[in-house]
């Protein structure tokens, strides 16, 4: 249990004085379905809504479908694509549409090489995406995910955190007097801390604070999550105990 309340003194801390603290703080809402076509694919919906509180306004609303394939027990890669809506820019109220297509693979259940039963879970997702928008450069990203998720013993309550790393091609453009440079760098960093809990069989509820840097003018974010999830799949949910 001394796993749990740390992280959950963790997660309450964050949210008190890390969340208040920022400049731009930010709310996402959002909804996801699952559906499992058989052992192996499964289909995917998801949903959100990001507001900037700070304005009071919507920044970005999306519709993602996706597909999965569990190539084997460790292993898993996926493919979505996101369709958003999204400012013009800061100045109007005219908003635009932008594309995304994402391909990732996911190294899961890793804890299983070390323990027999464990109680947390570890996984690790490399992803890459390519974003359109009208009038903007072609976004190319590649992002690194660790995930970590902790089953609380005679409890229903679960606990959850990420890390991630987003490494921007072309993120930056260097003008010469020959030649325009283009630099690869970092360009977003996030830590996630979050508790989900089940509304039944199939369904999850989770609220959670993440806190993102941007790179390079090092501005910071905070985000109050939450969200819903449900499996439509016929097979029943279980614990890990």
């Excluded at 100045?91 to 323990?115: M, Q, Y």
Aim: one cysteine or more.
């Amino acid at each position: 249990m001394k796993f749990s309340k740390a992280f959950t003194s963790l997660f309450l801390m964050m949210i008190s004085f890390v969340g208040f603290a920022q400049s731009d703080v930010r709310a996402w809402i959002g909804v996801d379905a699952k559906y499992d076509l058989n052992k192996r694919w499964s289909l995917g919906m998801e949903t959100q809504t990001r507001t900037d509180l700070k304005l009071g306004r919507l920044d970005n609303a999306y519709i993602s479908p996706n597909l999965s394939w569990k190539i084997h027990k460790h292993l898993e890669t996926g493919f979505s694509y996101r369709l958003s809506s999204v400012p013009y820019s800061k100045s109007t109220t005219n908003r635009v549409t932008s594309s995304r297509f994402s391909l990732d693979f996911t190294f899961r259940n890793i804890e299983e090489f070390f323990a027999k039963k464990p109680r947390l879970g570890v996984s690790l997702r490399l992803q890459g995406t390519r974003e359109y928008e009208a009038e903007k450069r072609t976004d190319n990203t590649l992002r690194l995910k660790l995930i970590l998720d902790y089953d609380l013993p005679n409890s229903k309550l679960d606990l959850f955190a990420s890390t991630e790393l987003f490494y921007r091609f072309q993120r930056d453009l260097v003008y010469t007097f020959s030649e325009v440079q283009s630099v690869d760098a970092i360009n977003k960093y996030r830590v996630k801390l979050g508790l989900s809990y089940p509304l039944g069989d199939h369904q999850d509820i989770k609220v959670y604070g993440l806190n993102q840097w941007r790179y390079p003018d090092g501005r910071s974010e905070f985000v109050i999550g939450l969200g819903y999830s449900c499996d439509f799949s016929s097979k029943k949910k279980s614990k890990k105990k």
